[in-house]
């Protein structure tokens, strides 16, 4: 008979509920928690072929040879902490703890991190946020006061009657199983969807409408959609009136952007432009303009997702039925919240950042993220002091942050790089010391608080022994922290310690997530009044178009419109995206998931293709000013003759990971490392590349 497991799947962020089912300590079973309603992709079916897989790290491992070359030596996990915490010790005592970063993707261990941090005397721990969403935090923030949007804001799927996407690659780079779920459900029942990529994405071919913009226009479009709405008063004026500051302001900025002068920047004709404006606000309030989920597109991203929220501000869809939507915490439900050991007492910490986010040179970038693209300036400048260890946790520097090449010469500078790690990423072949963490299936973790209009807790919970020599990271934390003396911020031995210590204040138990894997807060969904109810966090309590965060700042509310160059001849603008089958830089090399993507290709339009003689699936060379790769091409009418694809996360180059090595090329060698300033992310698509065929 089968035992039945609930927990959190982990094959990609979203960590979508799971049962799993269990037989002779093996997992037979995956599927979505059905007392959840949601689904299962294709990569979190292949959270089997991870568990089995023996391609991952086995065992502690001390570096042997040269960075990068792959000789090392199995250690017993007291060495391989024994190790670290004394080459810490010594750089703490010559260079300071501020010399010490740890740097991760946000994980539900993260307090625990935070602690250690904070404890040992480093303000240097940074998430890969800004990399990822840091611009649309940034304009969530200054015009709502909502600075952490996947928690805090979010769209609703389930009632929208129009959504509009910009790059938005919904039905590929998925959100969670439910929240894809709803919108198919919601299309279904006839909602609409405006699909807008310089690439026929799969999310465009399933769209009512679809734009290829020319790359990097968004803005101009959305100037001229603003004036429409205005000028024809399309705009909730009630909502407007009560909740929204800066109209008056707006409307004169926007005065000179007529439909017609964005067709000329943007290549969609002002009659179109003109009649989404139309066709939303009959929808308004249930309409939502989605602000992004990655939105390092390019350095003026601040400025596009500030004017894809306004748009919802002028729809009135900010805490509406079927637009965007404030997620409810635990205390919105009545609840304290779930503890931290984050929250505990520490000595202060007075120096900078590495970064900058917070402080001086990027004042409005939320220090609690970090600003991680600022790592390799920072190790090679020494600015603004040397740093000297890297800890990289769920996290891969090496091909997460533009500029490869830059990455490795900063990674070569530091006297201390460890890898917790679950694969053999990049940055873990090329560490001092690998720690393996079990993987998820095999793992308990801390518990997850699901925030939304009926939050929740989630626990994730270990399905099978593990596989391998490997312990989790709380309690790898707990260990080098002992080592260091700061064993006295981990008052824990188990796994169950650290969940009692997350609920003490709730009045819910352990046991109560036994049943179906979680705990609702509350069974009303929680939906704010919308005549006086909206929590904005502004200074002003409404959304603030002119916003008192940025002018404060020195940022301008709002920025004339600069042309977006075209590239010079015989160049193409590199985008990037992901695909359904993968995750990041994380599964390229996972048995199945590499049988249904085994490598990645470049989309190039079909007209430009003809002129440098390239053919479908021949091989070409991509250059750009920072790096070179060799790619299949895929040439094809579906992408913008200005700009040219691949997919992220490819031209692996471990050799460990035998089914993916130097298939593709890799986004990140070829991207250079600019950035938005204000808001706070890389400009991923500010690259221009060559690309030849290769004989
Ligand atoms: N060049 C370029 N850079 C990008 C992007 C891009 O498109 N192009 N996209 C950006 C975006 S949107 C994001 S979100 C970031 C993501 O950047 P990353 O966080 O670096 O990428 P991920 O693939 O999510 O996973 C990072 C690492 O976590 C490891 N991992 C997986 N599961 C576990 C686990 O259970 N425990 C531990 N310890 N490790 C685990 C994986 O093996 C992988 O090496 O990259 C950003 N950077
Ligand atoms: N399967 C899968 N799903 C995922 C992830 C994953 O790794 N795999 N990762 C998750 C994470 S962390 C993130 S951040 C999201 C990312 O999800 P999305 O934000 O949807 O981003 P990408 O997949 O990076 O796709 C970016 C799209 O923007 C288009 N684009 C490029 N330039 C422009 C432009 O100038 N204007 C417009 N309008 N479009 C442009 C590109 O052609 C591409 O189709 O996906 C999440 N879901
Ligand atoms: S979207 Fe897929 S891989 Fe990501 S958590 Fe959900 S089921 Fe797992
Ligand atoms: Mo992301």
């Given at each position: 008979m089968a035992k039945e497991v609930y927990s959190i799947c982990f094959m990609c962020t979203q960590r979508c509920p799971i049962r799993v089912l269990v037989e002779n300590d093996d997992v037979i079973w995956i599927e979505g928690n059905p007392h959840v309603d949601r689904g299962l992709c294709a990569k979190g079916s292949a959270g089997l072929s991870l568990l089995h897989d023996h391609e991952r790290p086995q065992y502690p491992m001390i570096r042997t040879g040269a960075r990068g070359a792959g000789q090392w030596r199995r250690a017993t996990w007291d060495e391989a902490l024994d190790y670290v915490a004394e080459k810490l010790k010594k750089i703490v005592k010559k260079?300071?703890?501020?010399s010490v970063l740890w740097g991760e993707r946000?994980?539900?261990n993260t307090h625990i991190v935070r602690a250690f941090m904070n404890g040992l005397g480093s303000p240097n721990h940074f998430t890969h946020e800004s990399l990822c969403r840091g611009s649309s935090l940034t304009a969530i923030g200054a015009l709502t006061g909502y600075t952490y949007w996947p928690a805090e804001v979010g769209v609703d799927y389930a009632n929208t009657r129009h959504l509009i996407l910009y790059g938005r690659n919904l039905l590929e780079s998925l959100d969670n199983m439910k929240a894809t779920n709803s919108l198919l459900d919601s299309m279904e029942k006839g909602a609409k969807l405006t699909y807008i990529d310089p690439r026929v994405s799969v999310t465009a071919t399933k769209a009512d409408r679809y734009w290829m913009i020319r790359p990097g226009t968004d803005l101009a479009l959305n100037y001229a959609l603003i004036r429409t709405i205005l000028k024809e008063r399309l705009y909730d004026q009630e909502y407007v009136q009560r909740w929204v500051t800066g109209l008056a302001e707006l409307q004169a900025f926007v005065e000179p952007y007529t439909p017609e002068w964005a067709e000329q920047e943007t290549g969609i004709p002002a009659g179109e432009i003109v009649a989404l404006a139309r066709d939303a606000a009959a929808d308004k309030p249930a309409v939502a303009f989605h602000f992004g989920?990655?939105?390092?597109?390019?350095?003026?991203d601040i400025y596009t997702r500030r004017s894809i929220i306004m748009l919802n501000a002028l729809m009135g869809s900010i805490e509406a039925k079927g637009g965007l939507i404030f997620k409810k915490t635990p205390k919105d439900a009545g609840h304290a919240g779930v503890s931290k050991y984050s929250d505990q007492e520490f000595p202060k910490i007075t120096h900078p950042r590495f970064d900058g986010a917070g402080e001086?040179?990027?004042?409005?970038?939320?220090a609690f993220h970090g600003n991680a693209q600022q790592l390799a300036p920072a190790i090679l400048n020494e600015d603004p002091y040397p740093l000297k260890a890297l800890i990289a946790n769920r996290f891969d520097p090496l091909v997460s942050i533009p500029d490869s090449t830059a990455t490795r010469q900063a990674l070569d500078k530091l006297d201390l790089i460890v890898a917790i790690e679950v694969n053999f990423s990049q940055t873990a072949w090329y560490a001092d010391v690998i720690l393996p963490e079990p993987m998820y299936l095999e793992r308990n973790d801390c518990i997850q608080t699901v925030t939304g209009l009926k939050p929740s807790l989630f626990m994730r919970r270990q399905a099978v022994t593990p596989r391998y020599d490997s312990l989790p990271a709380w309690l790898i934390i707990k260990k080098l922290a002992q080592r260091l003396g700061l064993g006295q911020y981990f008052p824990y031995e188990t796994i169950e310690d650290i969940w009692n210590f997350q609920l003490?204040?709730?009045?819910?138990?352990?046991?109560?997530?036994?049943?179906?894997?979680f705990v609702a807060l509350t069974d009303k969904t929680l939906l704010w009044d919308r005549k006086d109810g909206i929590k904005f966090k502004t200074p002003s309590g409404k959304i603030e178009l002119v916003s008192s965060l940025m002018e404060n700042a020195g940022f301008p509310s709002f920025v004339p419109y600069t042309p977006m160059p075209a590239p010079p001849a015989g160049r193409f603008r590199l985008i990037v995206g992901r695909c359904a089958a993968h995750t990041h830089i994380s599964t390229q090399n996972n048995l199945h998931l590499n049988e249904l993507v085994p490598e990645n290709e470049l989309w190039i339009n079909a007209q430009a293709a003809d002129r440098l003689e390239i053919k479908n699936g021949a091989y070409v060379e991509v250059a750009s000013p920072v790096g070179v790769g060799k790619i299949k091409a895929k040439v094809t009418d579906f992408i913008h003759p200005e700009a040219v694809f691949m997919l992220h996360?490819?031209?692996?180059?471990?050799?460990?990971?035998?089914?993916?090595?130097?298939k593709g090329a890799s986004d990140a060698l070829l991207q250079e490392n600019v950035s938005d300033p204000v808001g706070g992310s890389p400009g991923l698509h500010e690259t221009m590349v060559q690309v030849r065929p290769l004989t």
């Open positions: 260079h300071g703890p501020q946000n994980n539900l989920y990655r939105s390092s597109h390019y350095t003026n001086a040179r990027f004042p409005i970038i939320n003490k204040n709730l009045g819910v138990k352990i046991e109560d997530f036994n049943a179906k894997g996360g490819f031209g692996k180059t471990v050799p460990a990971q035998t089914r993916c090595y130097l």
